[in-house]
């Protein structure tokens, strides 16, 4: 297959959604224009994104929802369920591990990392927060293969530095520093203040 | 000024806290291909993102980084203060409200609105929990332009439609939902599990 950009990744996703909500309403098929309207793109970007991976559509009749979300889950990785570690237990952990949508999208916290001895032991919400130094273990006995740091901002690249060395490959990032890591292993970053900053920018050249 | 794309909207944000770095670590100076290593994309790009703008980086020099920081500063909207609400107060919103990262930036959640009556009443770290019902006078005299989303998914369009009438035009949304707006209004979607998707997408296709 194609590599496709990080926006299309993120766009398809997106379009997984829309299917969801189509099919949950009973909606058999759809059209790339109305796929475009709910989206915001043009549904020329549709048609482009989707014909990476072959084409589904029929002009005309538009995408059958079931089986165009079925391929996206598919090229998304989104068939198997992902074990997912959480790194750090304040008011960002606590919102993530409660989370709906991780559950409903295949991804499983099944193991808080924790330096705070006060908050080592616990298990809140049937999850247990352990010591770092159990990580080893633990990824292994769990089949963790993604962790989603939430720790300060100035512990963040050595908590990351510490878990690639154990062989992850993939991080989500709340906390808002430049992290740089070897080849092969992606860094997600979230920052909510980036997404401000988009309205921001539209409110002030509007 | 051209109307520059929303991704470029994102990685202009993403210079501008590369930048802030270096000042802080103390470089006058930077070069495309350097700022372009710290954020894992082509020195072109970063030059083309910023060309957008006029010229400021001299060929062999670099951009000036305390200059290059306040032109981006400008076009994004940050030389003032952002009054922000919070509606609803969950989980999330409880995260949201200690996110250091919002006040960083200059924006400041200056009320949250609720309907629960248990919750509305108190104050949380200096800011009142109030009836949404209160929200026509406080947005005025608040000054609040932007509205951060964080209730349930059913609740959403019902609340942004609601704000959309007392005139807000930019929302940050929490709520994992596709929102319909009319023109001249812009919502920015947050959901966690998309960046997770596009780690899934990595770890299935490497």
Redo the contacts between chains.
């Keep these: 297959?194609r590599k496709i950009s990080?926006?299309t990744?993120?766009r398809?996703?997106?379009y997984?959604?829309?299917l969801n909500?189509l099919i949950e309403n009973n909606v058999e098929t759809v059209s790339s224009s109305e796929i475009a309207q709910?989206n915001s793109i043009t549904a020329a970007q549709v048609r482009k994104d989707l014909s990476f991976f072959g084409s589904f559509g029929k002009r005309g009749l538009g995408y059958k929802t079931r089986e165009l979300k079925e391929t996206i889950a598919g090229?998304?990785?989104?068939h198997k369920k992902?074990n997912?570690a959480l790194v750090g237990f304040g008011?960002?952990g606590?919102?993530?591990l409660?989370?709906d949508?991780?559950k409903?999208?295949g991804?499983y916290i099944q193991a808080i990392f924790e330096v705070d001895e006060n908050k080592i032991g616990s298990t809140i919400h049937g999850v247990d927060i352990l010591h770092v130094n159990d990580a080893p273990q633990v990824l292994l006995s769990k089949e963790i293969?993604?962790i989603i740091i939430a720790v300060p901002a100035k512990s963040a690249q050595k908590v990351i530095d510490f878990f690639v060395g154990l062989g992850i490959?993939?991080?989500?990032n709340f906390a808002?520093?430049?992290i740089h890591v070897p080849k092969?292993v992606?860094v997600?970053n979230?920052?909510?203040?980036?997404?401000?900053?988009?309205?921001?920018?539209?409110?002030?050249?509007?």
């Design positions: 297959m990080e926006s990744v993120t398809l996703s997106q997984y959604r829309i909500d709910i090229i998304l990785g989104l992902w997912v008011n960002i606590r919102a993530l409660l989370y949508e991780f409903k999208q991804f293969e993604i490959k993939a991080f989500l808002s520093t430049s092969g992606i997600k979230e920052n909510m203040s980036i997404e401000l900053e988009a309205l921001t920018y539209f409110l002030t050249n509007k």
